[in-house]
């Protein structure tokens, strides 16, 4: 994994979540790339689920044209692998963003420097089955259904995998976290999935213990609360989607987590994010 800082000068940063492109009709389309092409930012954020993988690589080609010469630094979500494999998609993902100048896909192991104070680092994330009922839970998740590499999994084995997933974005954040927080005064942490049951809500309500396996990805949140520990002098602020239910919570006075919004069928712009 190499390790590099990225410049890209921002002082208003386009933050979206979960616009699952792939449900929306082709007019909510059109009018939602006609409100990014029109926004006032410099700069884009978007925390997952964008589509499915058939239409992934088109959704993001009319997102990256929608913003001009904009940077849009994204994660991939859950939703992204539905009806494909996740081998499949991150290759295709690849290919497309060495062909796009503004599509910087985050989890490569870089640092975004936005401004001399506040850096960005990312990585796509996934639920690891820890929270709430584990691996005790009677709800089974969509993914399992939908996404290929999971159809053959039995339970077991599905949360193990679930795991190794969340795990392995620990680990990411572990590695490249701390080269951020060494220099900046305020790190931006965008993932997908909600690193921590506190900021979990499910349709706008307490996420009840059986679903909270599938909304929350412990393994992270306890990377980031331990680091944010030993670097006291940095602020972190997570930004996360999946679970559709807006929520800010204050872990500690150094770690924020904030969960976007949405509404299937009526992608949203989540929030300008003012950078110092
Ligand atoms: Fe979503
Ligand atoms: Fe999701």
Redesign the pocket.
């Known amino acids: 994994m190499t390790k590099n800082t990225l410049h890209y000068p921002t002082r208003e940063l386009l933050w979206l979540s979960?616009i699952h492109l792939d449900m929306v009709d082709e007019d909510t389309k059109s009018d939602f790339l006609e409100k990014l092409r029109g926004v006032r930012c410099d700069a884009l954020l978007i925390t997952?689920?964008i589509s499915n993988a058939k239409q992934l690589v088109g959704h993001l080609n009319d997102i990256s044209a929608a913003c001009g010469e904009r940077p849009v630094f994204f994660t991939l979500?859950?939703?992204d692998y539905f009806f494909g494999s996740m081998c499949e998609v991150e290759k295709s993902v690849v290919e497309l963003c060495d062909r796009t100048p503004n599509l910087i896909p985050l989890g490569q192991g870089e640092v975004i420097q936005l401004s001399p104070d506040t850096a960005l680092v990312g990585h796509r994330g996934w639920y690891d089955g820890r929270a709430g009922d584990g691996e005790r839970t009677e709800v089974v998740s969509p993914d399992q259904r939908w996404i290929n590499d999971f159809k053959h999994l039995n339970k077991r084995r599905f949360f193990k995998r679930m795991r190794e997933l969340g795990e392995e974005s620990a680990n990411y954040f572990r590695k490249v976290l701390p080269s951020a927080l060494g220099r900046y005064r305020n790190v931006l942490v965008a993932t997908?999935?909600p690193p921590c049951y506190q900021a979990l809500k499910y349709n706008g309500e307490h996420c009840r213990w059986e679903r909270q396996p599938f909304y929350a990805n412990c393994s992270a949140g306890e990377v980031l609360i331990g680091l944010s520990r030993v670097y006291p002098r940095s602020k972190v602020t997570v930004y996360a989607?999946?679970s559709h239910s807006a929520i800010r919570v204050g872990i500690s006075s150094r770690l924020d987590v904030q969960v976007a919004g949405a509404r299937t069928g009526r992608p949203e712009l989540q929030e300008v994010v003012s950078i110092h």
């Open positions: 979960d997952g689920d979500g859950n939703h997908h999935v989607g999946h």
